[in-house]
């Protein structure tokens, strides 16, 4: 490296950290005070592999039961994930005034009462993949969906996700299934409520909001949004209901958009394609928008397609 180069460096050093100096939210240097996503993202992966123990290999380790396997798995997410937990604690108005032996003694309580919920959360998955099994016909078998299919992956971490929510566990949940969005491009809030036999055909571009409630039996396509009608409150709207209600044995179909916090699609509905709702919907509803007329024109042979 030249000494000019060198010199440049040294100067930009000083100036930026200077400009860390101005007390701003990005400004904030204390790395330790913030959890790390790439110890969250190797917990969710270590999550899954309890949850499906015969799909997901472990590579750096060979067992020769399930037991040790298990034992293993349970205790390196356990410690990983006391350790996440007390760092987002400490960012909880709650905690001020709190020692370092409190906040500790309550994050391996949150641990221990999740893992509790994985045989829960578990039965809840085993329905998803029933689901979108049957939904399916062009799924091979069970072994397909939960090795390939992004649906199955973007609940079942949703599902994983939900669990530290229901224990009042803040950020975790959010940096897991924003992990699943950018893998899967479905966006499902780890607040949504989603009841057993939730099947997601295809995928991309899904949104469920935070306060979504979905009931059992339901079924949406790709690029459907459940979502607010309106975020122009920002923070005043924090803990209202903004989101819809999709009651039991619902189908939404690709495009559709529902909206609302007092919108209820009623139960054996079926929303069709690009539909836009912001009005509840009677149950046993089919909803669906006239087929825009097509204007069709055949080129003459030789001659140039124009508009």
């Excluded at 997901?56 to 067992?63: I, L, M």
């Excluded at 924003?178 to 780890?190: F, K, L, M, V, Y």
């Excluded at 949104?207 to 079924?219: A, F, L, P, R």
Aim: one cysteine or more; proline letters at 4%; aromatic letters at 8%.
């Amino acid at each position: 490296m030249s000494e000019i180069i060198k010199n440049e460096v040294t100067e930009l050093v000083n100036s930026i950290l200077e400009d860390y100096k101005n007390g701003r939210t990005i400004d904030n240097a204390e790395l330790w005070n913030q959890p790390d996503t790439d110890i969250i993202k190797d917990i969710t992966s270590k999550l899954l592999k309890i949850v499906f123990p015969g799909y997901f290999r472990e590579q750096g380790y060979k067992f020769y039961t399930l037991s040790s396997r298990l034992t293993v798995l349970i205790e390196d997410v356990m410690y990983n994930l006391n350790r996440q937990i007390n760092i987002v604690l400490k960012q909880m108005p709650e905690s001020a005034g709190k020692n370092e032996a409190e906040i500790d003694k309550r994050a391996q309580e949150l641990c221990i009462s999740y893992f509790k919920m994985i045989p829960e959360i578990r039965a809840l998955i085993d329905t998803d993949v029933k689901a979108t099994y049957d939904g399916d016909p062009a799924a091979f078998n069970y072994n397909e969906i939960i090795l390939c299919y992004p649906g199955l992956y973007a609940i079942a971490v949703s599902r994983l996700a939900h669990g530290l929510v229901t224990l009042g566990v803040p950020l975790i949940p959010r940096i897991m299934t924003e992990q699943a969005h950018s893998r899967t491009g479905i966006d499902i809030n780890p607040g949504a409520t989603i009841g057993k036999y939730f099947f997601i055909d295809h995928g991309t571009g899904i949104v469920v909001g935070e306060t979504t409630i979905i009931g059992d039996n339901v079924k949406i396509y790709q690029g459907v949004t459940i979502g607010a009608l309106s975020t122009r409150g920002g923070q005043r709207l924090k803990g209202a209901k903004r989101h819809p209600t999709i009651e039991d044995n619902v189908t939404i179909y690709s495009g559709a958009s529902i909206l609302g916090g007092e919108t209820v699609i009623g139960h054996d509905s079926v929303i069709g394609s690009n539909a836009f709702i912001t009005k509840s919907v009677a149950p046993n509803t089919r909803v669906t928008i006239k087929n825009l007329e097509l204007n069709m024109k055949q080129f003459d042979e030789g001659s140039s397609a124009s508009w």
